[in-house]
Every structure is written in C-alpha cells, then in structure tokens.
C-alpha cells in the first residue's frame, strides 16, 4: 500500500519546493503542480500529486497523529 503525506509549501524553487512535514522540512518535486507559498500539497514519493484546501489537509494531519497515537 502507498500513502501520500500532506505538507505545507514554506517556499519555492523553479521545479522544487521546500515542504514541512510536522517540522521535517524536505524538498520535494512540484512538476506536476503550481503550488504557492503557504498552500497545502500531497505528496507520494517525493513529488508533489495535489495542492490541497487547508481544512482537508488538518483532516488528513489529525488522522495520522491519532494513528501514530495507537501505537
């Protein structure tokens, strides 16, 4: 199974952008989106698949932290 991350746009490099994760900034590739500074994306294998609305974006972060919380 594959599962894409949501992430926070901190900044933008031509094709790249810097992503945080919870604090775990990484580059990621933006060549099949636009995403702008501030906006949420998903992210699968280090490309960026989805600019997302922010309030879909906390849904899918709070999930993660209750399943984290599980373990």
Known sequence: ??????GKVIEIMES??????NGNVVNVSTGLIEPEVGQYVLVHAGCAIEVMEHEKAQELLELFADLDALQ
């Open 1 to 6: 199974m594959c599962v894409a991350i949501p």
């Open 16 to 21: 790249t952008a810097k992503v945080d994760f």
